[in-house]
């Protein structure tokens, strides 16, 4: 069977107000395959399809045949699209700007992000994105936060910081919600009743296409989309949660909190906050490709829903 390789650069710009692509096709080596009748199949090696504008982008395709002959390679952009013969593969292409939040300054503000981030690779990125926060120098620091959203930084140690998933849940019952990116270690019992939460999910990568179906899910440009998870294991009679890297551990879990914000709920209505535990590489990967960052947008949408009085959201 013979194989052959090529690959796409592409590059987008503006001209004239109008976003436009330049997609340019090297033949890295020909499959030169035989009759139109023969069996030819065509596989893109990359499995993910979200790039930057203004950026160069590499796709690898495979091509294979039982019998050799010859025949042209035809492309075209509209949606990614590698045809021989009548043997044809095609994929959307998402196009993004590198900034998810430029025109949305002033909401970003009234989110009031507080980080709690020791190792500080996340809030390194956050100053160089422009995202206004809050540092939270110490663990302590988390009994004083009574508004906006809080943010655990990438890579922070629950088994250092023991007890600390406790805070959170604490932080959420009481009204403020919580992001915890991947976190470098430890455990915790699963489900807690300390406060008891209305709802708990475990997701997989399909709750990124959830969120904005436009995003790669299990695979981004340098690999697993993945960086750590939950496994759920037991521990004598108790259900224990231990921070892992097994592929099949989850990468996501909510828990989701009910509260009356003031007795006139015409005023003040019903709101839930959320903790979300997110094991999606955000800050590791925040330069690879959209996904990272968008991703991280959405978070912050999916948390303010229900955070900010009604009369303040974005409509």
């Not at 909401?107 to 926060?133: A, C, I, R, Y």
């Not at 990568?205 to 899910?217: H, W």
């Not at 004598?236 to 592929?247: L, P």
């Amino acid at each position: 069977m013979d194989n052959g390789n090529f690959g796409f650069w592409i590059l987008d710009f503006g001209l004239g107000g109008r976003r436009q692509a330049i997609l340019i096709l090297v033949i890295l080596s020909c499959l030169s395959s035989a009759r139109a009748d023969d069996a030819v199949t065509i596989a893109r090696v990359e499995r993910w399809s979200s790039v930057f504008a203004e950026s160069e982008t590499r796709w690898t395709y495979r091509f294979s045949a039982e019998q050799p002959f010859r025949d042209r390679v035809a492309w075209r952009l509209t949606q990614l699209s590698v045809s021989v013969g009548e043997v044809r593969h095609e994929q959307t292409v998402w196009i993004f700007p590198r900034d998810p939040l430029v025109d949305r300054r002033e909401w970003l503000q009234s989110l009031k992000l507080n980080v709690f981030d020791p190792p500080g690779d996340t809030l390194k990125v956050l100053k160089e994105s422009d995202v206004p926060h809050e540092r939270l120098r110490t663990r302590e620091a988390l009994d004083d936060v009574t508004e906006g959203i809080v943010i655990v930084g990438e890579g922070v140690s629950l088994k250092k910081h023991d007890g600390l998933i406790d805070d959170l849940w604490s932080l959420a019952a009481r009204g403020v919600p919580v992001l915890c990116l991947a976190s470098a270690d430890g455990e915790f019992s699963f489900p807690s009743e300390k406060p008891l939460a209305t709802s708990v999910q475990l997701r997989r990568s399909d709750v990124i296409r959830e969120l904005d179906k436009r995003l790669d899910t299990a695979w981004w440009p340098n690999g697993s989309s993945q960086l750590q998870g939950l496994r759920v294991t037991s521990v004598s009679d108790d259900v224990v949660v231990k921070i892992s890297d097994d592929a099949k551990a989850w990468p996501w879990a909510e828990w989701e909190y009910e509260m009356g914000s003031g007795s006139d709920l015409r005023e003040s209505p019903l709101i839930r906050p959320r903790v979300i535990w997110c094991g999606f590489g955000i800050v590791t990967a925040w330069d690879d490709g959209p996904t990272p960052r968008y991703l991280f947008a959405k978070l912050l949408e999916r948390l303010s829903i229900n955070s900010v009085p009604h009369s303040s959201q974005e409509k």
